[in-house]
C-alpha cells in the first residue's frame, strides 16, 4: 500500500488511447490515458466505463449527442451505449478510467488503435 502520484504516472504513459494500468480495486482496474484527436465508435456489452478528465476537456460523442467533461468531472457510460471520446484543437487530454478487468478496449470493434495489453506503471 503506497500512495500513487499521478503526475509521475503521465510521464510514463507512452502514445495515445493506450492505457497503463496503475492499479486493480477487486475486480475493477485503474486506467491512466492519454488522448489526442479521435478514438472509435464502440461500445462495451456488459460493463461501464467511468472516465474522469485530469487535465484538457473530453467532447464524449454519443450517436444523439456530444457530452462535454471539463477537467476535475467524471463521466459514466452505461454498457451496451455506444460511444466515441475526442479531443478537439490538437489537445491532449488526460484520463483516468474505472472499468471491469474483462472491458476490451474498443469493445467487439476492431481497430489499429485497439489495445489488447494495458501495461502496468
Avoid at 489526442?36 to 467511468?50: A, M, R, T, Y
Avoid at 477537467?71 to 451505449?81: A, D, L, N, S, T
Avoid at 488526460?94 to 474498443?106: D, G, N, P, R, Y
Amino acid at each position: 500500500m503506497k500512495s500513487i502520484n499521478l503526475k509521475e504516472k503521465y510521464d510514463l504513459v507512452n502514445g495515445h488511447w493506450h492505457p497503463h494500468q496503475i492499479g486493480v480495486v477487486d475486480n475493477m482496474q485503474v486506467l491512466l490515458a492519454k488522448l489526442k484527436g479521435e478514438f472509435v465508435w464502440h461500445s462495451h456489452d456488459n460493463e461501464d466505463e467511468l472516465f474522469q478528465v485530469v487535465k484538457g476537456t473530453l467532447h464524449m460523442q454519443f450517436r444523439d449527442r456530444t457530452e462535454i467533461v471539463q477537467q476535475g468531472e467524471i463521466i459514466i457510460v452505461p454498457k451496451g451505449i455506444e460511444h466515441c471520446p475526442i479531443t478537439k484543437n490538437d489537445e491532449e487530454v488526460h484520463v483516468m478510467l474505472f472499468e471491469k478487468l474483462s472491458t476490451a478496449h474498443t469493445g467487439n470493434v476492431a481497430d489499429e488503435k485497439t489495445k489488447t495489453d494495458y501495461p502496468e506503471i
